[in-house]
């Protein structure tokens, strides 16, 4: 089986922890590209050869099937004869295997076909709307007639669904996240491909559009976008900033726009533009898309096929011409270019929907109004000279030069700014502590005999994170440091190593975290956290720490 990089090792542990230590149903939230699939295989791995049990995938469209069955087989061949499929659209219906990918569709109601589970893990859990949890609901009350303690995991890329609201909430069927990691940290740990965007010069004007059940009506949209001019405008600039890419992929607003700009590219550029959309043949789709990944075909427009499970590591350019409201939408439209590929600098995101400027970067995407220090303001802007689309508070387009004017006020604010006056002075904000979460961290590429951290995760914001690392296990400066950090929230003996201190703070060993102050300087790659304000420390045990008695083979299911 491949080897599992650090944050993929530490997922796993947080679910085995998680199903150990609550009752409720955990999920697994890694950025797209991240290899969530490895953490699967390998918690099927481990659930079927070192305890026996059975575990059921479950994904939502048949594609999804395909590629988590050749990925175990790819990650994990000794699981190959292992695996059994259940869907009528692939036309088989194994049932005895004691790993069996299924769809939702197929087997929401053949629960007892499929006799007993010991874990179910739903694939791109964010697939899930609210009116679409009744038919996994369905399934595990029939799957707990079987066996009343199946536990259910969720994996996804993002924490809220592709219309509107969070993946975990007490009432959902997943309940809490167990371990989250930023496609920013992935990007500066070299997991993820670099991104850069430009704005299309032509803007649609999206004020007047309509809006049902959170989303913008796509008969209207399709109108909007489909203005020749905008169609014109968008493919010349296409053209024009893709003369060095190899695989750009179009996302089109409806199947009438899709068509026109194909059509545009071809007639005008003189570039085949291939096409895809739910209509198409399964064999023409196939077909295209084996070229497009093969290199053969350089342009590729779709309309609602490719935004989830859709792997083409070449891919080093996404044009977005359709708005959405979706924040999940965006990030999974924009996250086909994240995957790694010899040759591949970065890739670069036409944005002619103004999606960046909506929901701001995909590793910072602003969720609501209420995010932490989001005060209303857009989170991204537009270099008028380069078309850049930059974080807002830069002063200078990195890309070209350009200088921002000073910002203008019409009243003055209510409190006094806290940021830098020069672009090397430090910015400080309080942020309150909504939820914290502990876990082993393994510096990536360290030798096995390399002193492990602590890495603490505070949650500020509706999946916003600020994380820390306390180093336990080094000596000099560092553990002293450490040792300061651990005093100041507990009265227990200072642990020796970081898998002891995430086992103690896990279990209620130290003092929780109300607000943390984070100082952010410009042209640093990470905010660091320079003040606390904690709750009270917990009365000292007397009594082993429950976290003693688990054992590290203790079946979690």
């Known amino acids: 089986m491949m080897q599992l990089r650090p944050y993929q090792r530490e997922a796993v542990e947080a679910v085995y922890h998680h199903l150990r230590t609550r009752d409720d149903n955990p999920c697994v939230v890694i950025p797209t590209a991240g290899g969530k699939t490895l953490v699967m ?34 990650l994990a061949p000794d699981l190959w004869h292992r695996v059994g499929v259940y869907s009528a659209g692939l036309r088989s219906r194994d049932t005895e295997h004691p790993i069996i990918v299924a769809g939702i569709q197929s087997v929401y109601r053949r629960a007892a076909e499929l006799n007993r589970f010991d874990l179910v893990l739903i694939d791109e859990a964010h697939m899930i709307p609210p009116d679409g949890e009744g038919m996994y609901r369905t399934f595990l009350t029939d799957a707990r007639a079987a066996n009343p303690n199946v536990r259910l995991v969720g994996f996804t890329a993002t924490p809220f669904r ?225 078309h850049e689309i930059i974080a807002a508070g830069y002063a200078t387009c990195p890309a070209c030069g350009h200088v921002f004017p000073p ?58 994170y600020i994380s820390e690392w306390i180093c336990f296990e080094h000596t000099g400066y560092a553990r002293y440091r450490a040792e300061q950090w651990w005093r100041q929230r507990s009265y227990e003996p200072v642990p020796g190593t970081a898998e002891q201190a995430v086992a103690m703070a896990q279990t209620g060993a130290i003092a929780p975290t109300t607000h943390i102050t984070v100082e952010r300087k410009h042209g640093d790659k990470y905010d660091r956290i320079v003040g606390y304000r904690l709750g009270e420390k917990p009365q000292r045990s007397e009594s082993e720490p429950e976290y003693a008695s688990i054992e590290d083979d203790e079946v979690p299911f």
Request: aromatic share 6%; net charge neutral.
């Open 41 to 74: 295989a390998t918690i099927c791995r481990d659930a079927v050869q070192r305890w026996n049990g059975r575990v059921l995938i479950l994904a939502h469209v048949r594609e999804l099937l395909e590629q988590t069955v050749d990925k175990i087989h790819a």
């Open 162 to 386: 592709m219309t509107t609201g969070a993946v975990c909430h007490p009432d959902n069927l997943l309940n809490r996240i167990c371990y989250e990691i930023s496609v920013r940290e992935l990007i500066v740990q070299g997991y993820l491909c670099p991104l850069r965007s430009k704005a299309g010069t032509q803007k649609p004007d999206t004020d007047k559009l309509h809006i049902r059940a959170g989303e913008y009506i796509a008969s209207e949209v399709e109108d909007l976008m489909d203005a020749d001019e905008l169609v014109l405008s968008a493919c010349r600039e296409i053209v024009q900033y893709t003369q060095d890419r190899n695989s750009i992929l179009i996302f089109a607003s409806g199947i009438r726009h899709g068509q026109h700009i194909a059509r545009v590219l071809r007639e005008r550029h003189d570039v085949e533009c291939g096409f895809v959309c739910g209509d198409t043949l399964p064999f023409e789709r196939d077909e295209t898309l084996r070229r497009f990944r093969a290199g053969e075909l350089k342009y590729l427009c779709n309309v609602n096929v490719l935004t989830t499970g859709f792997d083409a590591p070449n891919i080093d350019c996404i044009a977005l011409l359709r708005p959405t409201l979706s924040p999940g939408l965006y990030y999974q439209m924009v996250g086909r270019g994240f995957r790694l590929h010899p040759g591949k600098i970065n890739c670069l995101v036409l944005d002619f929907g103004g999606n960046i400027l909506r929901h701001g970067p995909v590793d910072a995407l602003r969720i609501s109004d209420s995010r932490p220090g989001n005060n209303n303001e857009a989170p991204a802007k537009e270099c008028p000279e380069c």
């Open 407 to 464: 910002r203008q006020h019409r009243r003055h604010d209510s409190q006094a700014s806290n940021a830098g006056i020069l672009s090397d002075q430090p910015t400080q904000t309080e942020y309150e502590v909504v939820e914290t979460f502990y876990s082993v961290h393994i510096k990536r590429g360290a030798p096995p005999e390399a002193p492990r951290t602590m890495r603490v995760d505070y949650r500020v914001g509706f999946g916003y």
